[in-house]
């Protein structure tokens, strides 16, 4: 079992910057692939970005490519989301996600989920 906790969503206007963080309980975390997804009103939940157990391969949506990092500090059980260049677009509830194996751009393919954190971006 595997609890996931997000911090960092906030207002920031277009060109900001924001740092999401996944806080995850337990002592398997290294054993998990990693993601965040995002959900805008009326929209499905989309993916984001991913990361591999150790952090050696990373995977991006073409709408964050560029702007968004994604890290992890296995001794720390969290995952980060740095955003940068924030557009108005970006606006939605960001969700981490763990999955011990599967498609990582899947929502249905993670296993457990946050509760999400709010990013609201102002033009």
């Known amino acids: 079992q595997v609890q996931l906790v997000e911090s960092g969503g906030g207002l920031v206007q277009a060109g900001g910057s924001l740092r999401l963080s996944c806080a995850a309980s337990g002592r398997t975390f290294s054993r998990y692939h990693m993601g965040w997804f995002r959900q805008a009103p009326g929209k499905n939940r989309e993916f984001v970005s991913a990361?591999?157990?150790?952090?050696?391969?990373?995977y991006y949506a073409d709408s964050v490519k560029g702007r968004f990092t994604i890290s992890r500090d296995n001794a720390k059980n969290t995952v980060y989301l740095q955003m940068n260049s924030l557009k108005p677009e970006d606006t939605a509830i960001y969700y981490c996600?763990?999955?011990?194996?599967?498609?990582?751009?899947?929502?249905?393919?993670?296993?457990?989920w946050g509760q999400g954190t709010q990013v609201t971006v102002s033009s």
């Open positions: 996600a763990a999955q011990f194996t599967g498609s990582r751009y899947e929502p249905p393919e993670y296993e457990y």
């Open positions: 990361i591999s157990l150790t952090g050696a391969r990373t």
